[in-house]
């Protein structure tokens, strides 16, 4: 089966974009970041003559810290994101719509996040600068992804960032940053489901092309977050914590896509497409293998130390 070029796919996808956009506004509720900050707990730091921050004042643990830089950093490269959305899909029509409603809905989660943190001292915010500069310097590139590898990509991504801000919220044990983040999940749910349908009707339009692009993301997977400085250090924080880890991508992100798209049953598919399949699905039982022994290490390893305490 011959690929279609992008524009091509464009056009064939359009109808399936406006559908979606018009399901997304009419779904999407409406919030104001201001009602989710305690600005009661906000006073000056020492450039005003008030106190410059210190650990103490925070009441995150610092893995709920480390989890909570990385969620606000990822979103606060929005400018590098919405740069690659908006060449892989252009500023016409309800492609172009899509884009600005999705660049506007990121941006409220960033500034959301940073207000809470910084009225309530949560993080240091002379290192939260110093790494929103080095990140937004960085910048995060797509490295030229066709049109369907964007969607399928920022289809696992936005599950991913969803699954992400959900559970750091219930880790940080404290109500507010609970409910700020699972607000910004929500939001993050709706874009998920957007670009899956995108995705969906990609793989009835073209499937082997599309099952291309599927494998291609699962295979190379990597967060937007890893331009941010010490990000593997981190990660490995949060996925000992359980907050994201191996046995989370597979189990809540990849594997629950791939069934919602019907891949191991879809028919059609040509010589490369069968191909691309059998790759994803070597892809996916790999993962599933190292978050096994992922799982099975930090369980020994928490052991080891429950132990030592005992």
């Not at 590098?80 to 500023?91: L, N, P, Q, T, V």
């Not at 941006?107 to 959301?112: E, I, M, P, S, T």
């Not at 069968?274 to 293998?289: F, M, S």
Request: glycine residues 6%; hydrophobic residues 40%.
């Amino acid at each position: 089966m011959t690929a279609l070029e992008t524009e091509q796919l464009l056009t064939e996808l359009e109808p399936v974009v406006e559908e979606n956009l018009n399901r997304h506004l009419a779904t999407a509720d409406e919030w104001m970041p201001h009602e989710y900050v305690p600005w009661s707990l906000g006073r000056d730091f020492a450039d005003l003559g008030g106190d410059p921050w210190e650990v103490a004042q925070s009441q995150l643990s610092p893995i709920a810290r480390t989890a909570l830089e990385v969620n606000l950093l990822t979103e606060d490269n929005l400018p590098s994101y919405h740069r690659e959305i908006d060449r892989a899909f252009g500023r016409d029509s309800a492609w172009g719509t899509w884009v600005n409603r999705w660049t506007a809905e990121e941006g409220r989660h960033a500034f959301c996040i940073r207000d809470y943190l910084l009225v309530t001292r949560g993080v240091d915010p002379v290192e939260l600068e110093r790494a929103r500069m080095e990140t937004m310097e960085t910048g995060y590139e797509a490295l030229d992804k066709s049109l369907l590898n964007v969607c399928a990509y920022v289809s696992f991504q936005e599950l991913a960032t969803r699954i992400s801000h959900r559970n750091t919220g219930r880790y940080t044990e404290e109500p507010i940053a609970e409910k700020l983040l699972s607000r910004v999940a929500k939001d993050e749910n709706l874009h998920m489901i957007f670009y899956r349908n995108i995705v969906t009707a990609a793989l009835q339009l073209s499937p082997s092309q599309t099952m291309r692009a599927i494998t291609e993301e699962v295979v190379d997977f990597q967060m937007p977050g890893s331009v941010i400085p010490g990000f593997s250090r981190k990660a490995v924080q949060m996925a000992k914590a359980g907050i994201y880890d191996l046995r989370i991508h597979h189990d809540d992100i990849v594997t629950p896509l791939l069934r919602q798209w019907g891949v191991w049953e879809l028919e059609g598919l040509d010589e490369d497409g069968e191909k691309a399949r059998d790759e994803l699905a070597a892809a996916v039982a790999a993962l599933d293998g190292e978050a096994t022994r992922f799982v099975e290490r930090r369980a020994e390893a928490d052991a080891k130390k429950a132990a030592r305490q005992a």
